[in-house]
């Protein structure tokens, strides 16, 4: 036992933070069971979809066709509960868990190194957008699981050339696209790092193009049959974003302004430790190591497409970033280590307060 725990105490360290990190959000930060507007969209397509009768075209558009499987499964959990607060809630605590310890094997399948794995996860963990209570009536966490995992698999695929783990990504990135879209960006990654890998030429090409294949079958298929089910399409989602999101009192357009408050609250004191460890990563020079990190961002910009802008759209960007800040900070001394990760959680576990307080000038 004492052997086990010795070898897996990175493991149990993560899931006890992750526990801590939950009952902070639910009882520090500030769940509630009340619905905020998404949430309860969310809520009517799930009675809809469990007991019938009519819905707005909105519930459809935005919440129905996009995340079917994130609300079954939350139905399948009211079937007991008959509370869709606390089923929704369920269902992204244990999504949250298993974010956990996908990232953790994500990073250490990209550095070979568990002090970085480590404490790249719990700048994760300990992040606001992650842990914040707004999202736990929402299909987001969901979404950056499939995201983490897909991507994980992807990296085992072109490290061991093991075509499991190829179909593996491809299946886990299709189940993550019908829980929340993010979910379907691990295909991105997967193609990209095929494309940057040792693979043969010919091979690339061939994995690339089944990628391509095997999930445009599934999702298009989908997506046909949910139109003439509903007659309205994930597009229409997109174009009503577009038309309708300046009439919001709480809108803000697009700008490079708008987007560095964002991404500033986003990662917060994250950021010094991402540029210290872009410096230190420039300094190793591990050109298979930084092809695969850049190979991973693209699909992380993604959030920079939609037409409305805010920080849990771009919680996935955070997840890249958290990978090479943990890099930086494992290489720094304990006395800077420590104080930083103790600055970064009260910080994150305050923002909400600072953000009241802070009065950023632009």
Known sequence: MTEYISKNKQIIFIFLFSVVSIFVSYFYIGYSPEFGSDA???????????????????????????????????????????????????????????????????????YKEKKVAFISTLLVIFNFYVIDPGNAHLADMSGWF????????????????????????????????????????????????????GLPRKQKIKDVLGAVVLSIIPIFSYHIFAYFQYHVSYFDKFINVTTNSPSNPDYQSKSFVLLVKILGWLFSFGW??????????????????????????????????????????????????????????????????YPFLGLYIWFNYNIKFLIDKINLPF
């Open 40 to 110: 309860t969209e969310f809520r009517d397509a799930g009675v809809f979809l469990s007991q019938g009768g009519e819905v707005s075209r909105e519930v459809l558009m935005n919440r129905v066709i996009p995340s079917p499987l994130f609300l079954y499964t939350s139905i399948g959990l009211n079937f007991f509960l008959d509370d869709f607060a606390s089923s929704f809630s369920i269902v992204n605590v244990f999504f949250y868990i298993l974010c956990a310890f996908a990232f953790y094997f994500l990073v250490l399948e990209i």
């Open 272 to 337: 010094f430790a991402f540029l210290f460890g872009i410096r230190e990563e420039l300094k190793i020079k591990d050109k298979k190591r930084l092809m695969i990190l850049l190979a991973c961002l693209p699909a992380t910009l993604t959030f920079l497409i939609w037409p409305a802008i805010t920080q849990r759209l771009a919680v996935i960007l955070m997840f890249w970033l958290s990978l090479v800040a943990g890099f930086g900070l494992s290489r720094v001394r304990w006395y800077i280590l």
């Open 146 to 197: 499939f995201l983490i995992f897909s991507t994980y698999l992807a990296i085992r695929y072109i490290n061991t050339s093991n075509r499991k783990f190829y179909y593996l990504s491809i299946l886990f990135a299709i189940v993550g696209f019908f829980f929340k879209e993010y979910g379907g960006l691990g295909l991105i990654n997967l193609a990209l790092l095929i494309l940057i890998s």
